[in-house]
């Protein structure tokens, strides 16, 4: 007798147990709050984006998962939010199972500086996307003159491209300068004198042919001797000396 009460008594237990863990519990609000923030950050080698500054704009924006409840925070808010930068090239926002919030962001890499005639200025990333908020200098090449907004995915990526992914011609490359036809001056870090290049058509093979005049040319009569190089023609590099009085 006491022995089927107890084994009823058990299958009950059983039962409830089951009811809670299956059907209650999962429907209980989670009210554990957000044990912190993990951020990390690629392809941001200048410091342009913190782990401070994102605080600071989560904060700002009311968006800071910090101790609030795992239940009420939007990650997709939250990406959204930070996928607005326009620094940013992505971002990804998830809650772990230990009760913390991580943001995962990958940065866009300015490949130079810009200043339109109208005022703006910002960078751009090799898709000719402007980055604009960073704050910390960055040594790269600078446009100016005849820019336009238009210009962003045409010539202007097209050239910074180039110099960006030639370690030479980024660490010689002072300035690109547009004139109000389009084409283009570049102004050395090295060696006093401009390049007046044309437009970026046969970009790389006039690059190229400058290279070798540098290497093959210049190293041996010296750099003080032209004022101009003028590389617009693909088979030559034309020079004009400068004036001895000067």
Known sequence: ?????????????????????????????????????????????????????????????????????IEEINTHEIETFINGITLVKECQVYKSATGSVNIDIECRIPIMKVYEMDGNNYYIDSGGDTITGIHKALHLPVASGHITAEMRKGELRDIANIIYDSPFWRAQTEQVYFNEYGEIILTPKVGDHVIEFGT????????????????????????GKYDKLNIEFNDKVIGTKRNKQE
Not at 206 to 213: G, I, N, S, V
């Open 1 to 69: 007798m006491f022995r089927k009460i107890a084994n009823c008594l058990l299958w009950g237990i059983a039962i409830c147990y089951a009811l809670f863990a299956f059907v209650i519990a999962p429907n209980i609000p989670d009210k554990k709050t957000c044990k912190g923030v993990l951020i990390t950050v690629a392809n941001d080698d200048n410091g342009n984006l913190t782990h401070e500054n994102v605080v600071e704009m989560l904060d700002n924006a009311g968006l800071n998962p910090e101790k609030r409840s």
């Open 200 to 223: 970026t058509d046969n970009a790389q093979e006039k690059l190229d042919k400058l290279y070798t005049f540098y290497s093959k040319g210049l190293n041996t009569i010296g750099w």
